[in-house]
């Protein structure tokens, strides 16, 4: 699937197409925005955002949740869109619309609560001061989207920021445009009179470079580290703060007393779905060595009977992005030089822009099929000796997205999630964190920096305000040359002999 600018007619305006990634067909012909366009957009966002920014937060939230209504009732048309750009099946992207309605919901609801002025403690030097903290709007975020999940991953930004009093100007992925255009339809649906308020701009690389540099209060970017490093940069000219979500290498650990059932059907669906391209998906599998065998006996039977494809039968689409097939080529002829075994699949799996699963054994741990993002329907199962030794190995990646722990006891699962470095974790399932709207979501290393979703997610779209109100005169100013330095010592001495004691 490629989308190649193109001047459509001598004064008509530069163009992409996005294609089917399937078959190559064009879907649809989609503007070409560039820095004149996207500083016109911001401009017009940020008019609609100090209106916006001036509801009290129950006019916000009512609006909000008019806008999760409409898209509910345009979900069958939305899912066809996503459907149609991505190549994933009907159903899974119905599931990720889901998803979002679920977290736009909870923005909605618990923005008033989280946003509010809240009183809190002065301490003992400054105990006349009433003091206060609040969290008001940055003013216009810039979102850059990605293919892989076009609604779900921005919108957690998107979302939350529009939650938080500001207004968004996104650019969606050039694979996805579409996508990124309906969202904004259906806003100005379902509140017309802030039209304008998120904006969709399209485009490919440069347009995102031109939103970063449009004078935006923050971006919002969801990609891979390099193309993270080099939007920083630009953000970088202006001290333009960035959120980065760059994708993961997650780790699954499996005991000795997990349910391998349990854990096998998992592991395949977040290997497997979406043709493995999510960036909290599956990509190493730690299993204690007496139950690895077993282990991947059970992955290989249940990812055997996968088919990739377009049909209503189908259990995943093709590969959106063509240039990942290579990556995913490159990934398991490196493994199985280097000695791995392919208890599924192999080489000829690969044949653009399908995949057919592939699970691997025993490969190297410097492997680019063990460090390096495959983001393809590849699952690596090694064995280790231990709990310990599959912690120390899924905390070494360079990633630190997702994880999950499989076990018999969810206490001592609970015990391996809290030492595991990745951002979010899930115990006896996958992916389970993606689904609680109140938690926040985010890595640190090559994964990037920031949250999304939750309270933490909402409170990033914002500027704290700290307050203080002189309530009377304090019986030692500290903080005047009028005040006598003898009373100054006394009442330094009081403070420091309060501190000792307590």
């Known amino acids: 699937m490629t989308h190649t600018p193109a001047t459509s007619?001598?004064?008509g305006p530069a163009t992409f197409s996005s294609l089917d990634p399937a078959t190559g067909k064009v879907l649809a012909d989609h503007p070409v925005h560039g820095p004149a366009d996207v500083a016109d957009a911001v401009g017009r966002?940020?008019?609609?955002?100090?209106?916006?920014?001036?509801?009290?937060?129950?006019?916000?939230?009512?609006?909000?949740?008019?806008?999760?209504?409409?898209?509910?009732?345009?979900?069958?048309?939305?899912?066809?869109?996503?459907?149609?750009?991505t190549g994933k099946p009907r159903t899974d992207a119905e599931l990720e619309l889901l998803l979002t309605l679920g977290h736009l919901d909870w923005a909605a609801r618990h923005a008033g609560r989280l946003l509010r002025r809240r009183r809190v403690g002065s301490g003992w030097l400054a105990a006349n001061q009433a003091a206060t903290v609040v969290h008001r709007p940055l003013g216009v975020i810039g979102v850059i989207g990605p293919w892989n999940y076009p609604v779900y991953t921005p919108?957690?930004?998107?979302?939350?920021a529009l939650a938080a009093g500001n207004g968004v100007v996104f650019k969606p992925s050039e694979y996805t445009p579409a996508t990124g255009v309906a969202?904004?339809?259906?806003?100005?649906?379902?509140?017309?009179?802030?039209?304008?308020?998120?904006?969709?701009?399209?485009?490919?690389?440069?347009?995102?470079?031109?939103?970063?540099?449009?004078?935006?209060?923050k971006v919002a970017f969801t990609g891979s580290p390099g193309t993270a490093r080099k939007v920083m940069a630009v953000c970088a000219e202006s001290l333009t703060p960035m959120l980065a979500e760059c994708g993961g290498k997650d780790a699954v650990i499996v005991t000795a007393d997990a349910d391998l059932d349990t854990a096998a059907d998992a592991i395949v669906w977040g290997a497997m779905g979406n043709a493995g391209q999510t960036c909290a998906g599956v990509e190493r599998v730690y299993a204690v060595r007496e139950i690895h065998d077993d282990l991947c006996r059970r992955v290989v039977e249940r990812a055997g009977q996968l088919r990739p494809g377009t049909g209503t039968d189908a259990s995943y689409g093709p590969m959106t992005m063509p240039s990942q097939t290579q990556v995913v080529a490159r990934h398991v002829a490196e493994a199985v030089a280097a000695g791995a075994v392919t208890a599924l699949g192999g080489g000829d799996s690969v044949a653009d822009p399908f995949v057919a699963p592939v699970v691997l054994t025993?490969?190297?741990?410097?492997s680019p099929a063990m460090t390096e993002e495959t983001f393809g329907p590849v699952v690596v199962v090694n064995a280790v000796a231990d709990a310990q030794q599959a912690v120390d190995l899924a905390n070494a990646s360079r990633y630190a997205l997702g994880a999950a722990v499989f076990c018999g006891s969810r206490r001592t699962g609970a015990r391996l999630a809290a030492r595991l470095r990745a951002g979010a974790v899930s115990v006896n399932s996958v992916l389970g964190f993606a689904a609680v709207p109140a938690l926040p979501f985010g890595g640190s290393g090559d994964s990037g920096f920031g949250r999304v979703h939750g309270a933490a997610g909402l409170l990033a779209f914002t500027a704290p305000q700290s307050v203080t109100v002189r309530r009377f005169a304090p019986p030692v100013d500290l903080t005047s040359f009028a005040t006598p330095a003898a009373r100054k010592a006394r009442a330094a001495a009081l403070v420091r002999g309060l501190h000792r004691r307590r």
């Open 9 to 11: 007619r001598e004064a």
């Open 45 to 85: 966002t940020r008019r609609a955002a100090e209106r916006w920014a001036a509801l009290p937060a129950a006019g916000r939230r009512s609006r909000l949740l008019a806008w999760k209504r409409e898209l509910a009732g345009r979900l069958d048309s939305v899912a066809s869109t996503v459907a149609a750009e």
């Open 155 to 160: 919108m957690g930004s998107i979302g939350y």
């Open 183 to 217: 969202l904004a339809e259906a806003f100005d649906a379902a509140v017309p009179e802030f039209t304008g308020l998120l904006t969709v701009v399209t485009g490919a690389g440069p347009t995102g470079e031109a939103l970063a540099r449009a004078g935006v209060d």
């Open 362 to 366: 025993g490969v190297p741990e410097d």
